[in-house]
């Protein structure tokens, strides 16, 4: 069966430094990756996705994830994060035909 | 464009009522709808997929008759959570996409809390 792990459920950083939320994955088969970001009060938004190609996946908002296929992971990062990007982050596999198998969750707390 | 309303955002029922949830596409046709289930810490849980005119296909371990799901149009699919118990308190969350190859768009998700 397919999962997908956060080992971080909180990271809190401060206003302008870099930022990096780590997802590992395990999948017997070829996989489709995502990150979605969850606004308080708000539907999951998706902030990129991982389907082929290049491994080096931009997003909106400025992040950027890594698919690492040796090291089953697909990183999210982003050089230099703003009050406004403190929220949930979801990092989420593909098992076929849409169905989605999510992570647990990384809550970014952005501070001045 | 591409989004999907949720409604109620927040319910507070009696055990042994039933509560429906409405998930609408506002601005596109959904061919298929998703209900998950999140649990405080957890991950977001696929509950079932839904098709419009056709039964909904639920994932192993949930229950069809206590989770009623209809996808009657093109832009509204409802979970109706059927004698509802303590234990059913969560947050549901649908999503919807155009077709098969589309990317999922996501509500803002219902809390439940069933006393």
């Known amino acids: 069966a397919q999962s997908v792990t956060q080992l971080d459920s909180q990271v809190p950083v401060f206003e302008e430094a870099p930022v990096e939320l780590r997802c590992n994955y395990s999948?017997?088969?070829?996989?489709?990756l995502f990150w979605y970001v969850q606004y308080p009060n708000q539907g999951l938004q998706l902030l990129l996705k991982?389907?082929?190609?290049?491994?080096l996946v931009k997003g909106i908002n400025g992040f950027e994830a890594e698919f690492n296929k040796s090291q089953t992971s697909f990183h999210l990062r982003k050089p230099s994060v703003h009050i406004s990007d403190t929220a949930e982050y979801f990092c989420?596999?593909?098992?076929?035909?849409?169905?989605?198998?999510f992570g647990t969750g990384t809550r970014l707390l952005v501070s001045p | 464009g591409a989004v999907v309303s949720q409604h109620p955002s927040r319910v507070i029922c009696k055990s042994g009522t039933s509560v429906k949830i409405e998930c609408r596409s506002l601005?596109?046709?959904?061919?298929?709808m998703f209900w998950y289930r999140q649990f405080p810490k957890q991950s977001l849980m696929l509950m079932a997929t839904?098709?419009?005119?056709?039964?909904?296909?639920?994932e192993q371990g949930v229950e069809k008759d206590k989770f009623l799901i209809n996808h009657a149009s093109l832009t509204l699919s409802t979970l109706t959570v059927t004698s509802a118990h303590p234990e059913d308190s969560s947050f549901y969350i649908c999503?919807?996409?155009?077709?098969?190859?589309?990317?999922?768009?996501f509500g803002p998700g219902t809390r439940l809390l069933v006393l």
């Open positions: 999948s017997s088969v070829s996989v489709y």
């Open positions: 991982y389907l082929s190609g290049s491994t």
């Open positions: 989420a596999l593909n098992t076929g035909f849409q169905k989605l198998v």
């Open positions: 601005d596109f046709q959904a061919t298929t």
């Open positions: 999503s919807a996409s155009r077709d098969p190859q589309e990317t999922q768009y």
């Open positions: 839904s098709n419009e005119g056709s039964k909904a296909t639920y």
